[in-house]
C-alpha cells in the first residue's frame, strides 16, 4: 500500500503544480478547469501524505459505525 500512499501523494502534487499554472496561462474555459482541479488535488496529495505517514489512521474511523 505505500506504493499507492507515494502514487497518491505525487499525484496530488502533480495536481496542484498543474492547477497553479494551468489557471494562469490557459485560455477560458480551461483555466477554469485547472482552478476546478486545485482543491481535488491538494485533498488527494494531503490524504496521501496522511496515509503514508499514518497507514491506519481511517481505520479507526469505520470501526466506530459497525
Do not use: R
Amino acid at each position: 500500500m505505500t506504493i499507492v500512499y507515494s502514487i497518491a501523494t505525487m499525484a496530488g502534487l502533480f495536481g496542484i503544480v498543474f492547477g497553479f499554472w494551468g489557471q494562469s496561462t490557459l485560455k477560458s474555459p480551461y483555466d477554469t478547469y485547472a482552478a476546478l482541479l486545485l482543491p481535488f488535488s491538494l485533498v488527494l496529495g494531503l490524504g496521501g501524505a496522511l496515509l503514508l505517514c499514518v497507514p491506519h489512521f481511517f481505520t479507526g474511523f469505520f470501526n466506530l459505525f459497525q
